[in-house]
């Protein structure tokens, strides 16, 4: 029970923390430019919201065709608002977990290739996120060494680990659990190697973070700040490739800090750096991923899913027994 409470409470108090503490330093100015703000575009980053969200429910049903199992986008799209608002609750993306047991659940797959799916849209993310990060390089002078070996890490280990894929198909093993691995990256090899799956993941990933960037970029607007779309890109890079390390629950307090961070070494006053990085995550992605996930929830239906995320975090937090079904 201690290691349960421990676990979520720990890493919710460091992510309040460090919001509190932001909001503290820039409560006053915050108030004041949130008099002024644009509502039309508060009302555009919303939608563009949104359809980021369909894309990635479309993104992972391809994911899950290349495995062979055909899921409704509105249901996949469901799946990812669940798995992302438990995330937003529980450390260690844990949520991502829920995700594999709905999916067990409604279409018989696999533990292994639940993994699998959720592997493939991680790596893409990554992958995706690094590449913008690089090409925003050439439109910002000065960018701090740092910043460069951040970005290069997330590229060279993603080359590797296709690379990896290519050959690791040529491998066997009599041993059980080498033999479970290897399964596994076989499936990751199915859902994004093929021609077709590169070209549709590869695309439909600079889209889905084209359309988040635009978000924060609506809000820079919606300040009347006058900040370069590169400078915008780049720290909504650095701030989901922190986010990707879970100190948090949902990359809480992290992402806002790295956002404002970036912001500010390009010369953006703290005060507004932060209310950007605050008004972006939390009053729009954040709060758009939970109503999701409510919506959601009800959608696939409130009581089965409840109890499928109560499984999987009593599984990952302490050990308990996975669901049959």
Not at 86 to 106: Q, S, T
Not at 250 to 276: K, M, Q, R
Request: aromatic residues 12%.
């Amino acid at each position: 029970m201690y290691r349960k409470i421990s676990a979520i409470l720990i890493p919710s108090l460091i992510a309040v923390g460090i919001l509190a503490y932001m909001l503290y330093m820039v409560w006053d100015n915050l108030l004041v430019s949130l008099q002024h703000i644009v509502p039309s575009y508060l009302a555009l980053a919303i939608i563009i919201c949104l359809a980021a969200w369909w894309l990635r429910g479309w993104r992972y049903h391809r994911i899950l065709l290349g495995l062979n199992y055909r899921v409704k986008v509105a249901v996949t799209t469901a799946c990812v608002f669940v798995s992302q608002t438990v995330n937003l609750i529980v450390p260690a993306r844990l949520g991502d977990f829920v995700r594999i047991f709905i999916l067990k659940h409604e279409y018989k797959t696999t533990y292994s290739e639940g993994i699998s799916s959720i592997v493939v849209e991680r790596v893409f993310d990554i992958i995706t996120v690094a590449l913008l990060g690089a090409i925003a390089f050439f439109f910002i002078p000065n960018v701090p060494d740092w910043i460069d070996l951040y970005i290069i890490i997330p590229l060279v280990i993603g080359g590797v680990f296709f690379l990896f894929l290519i050959f690791v198909g040529k491998l066997t093993t009599t041993n059980k659990y080498v033999g479970y691995l290897l399964t596994m990256l076989e499936e990751i090899r199915r859902a994004s190697l093929t021609v077709t799956s590169v070209v549709i993941l590869s695309f439909s990933s600079i889209l889905i973070w084209i359309l988040d960037i635009l978000v924060c970029f609506c809000v820079v607007l919606m300040f009347g700040q006058q900040i370069s779309f590169a400078v915008v890109v780049l720290a909504i890079v650095i701030g989901n490739l922190v986010k990707a390390i879970p100190i948090t629950p949902g990359g809480i307090g992290t992402y806002e800090f790295a956002v404002a961070a970036t912001l500010g070494i390009a010369g953006v006053p703290y005060a507004t750096a932060v209310s950007i990085a605050i008004i972006d995550h939390e009053l729009i992605k954040n709060l758009i991923t939970a109503i999701g996930g409510i919506v959601s929830i009800k959608y696939l239906g409130s009581d089965w899913v409840i109890d499928t995320i109560k499984s999987a975090l009593n599984e990952k937090l302490g050990g308990g027994k996975a669901p049959d079904s």
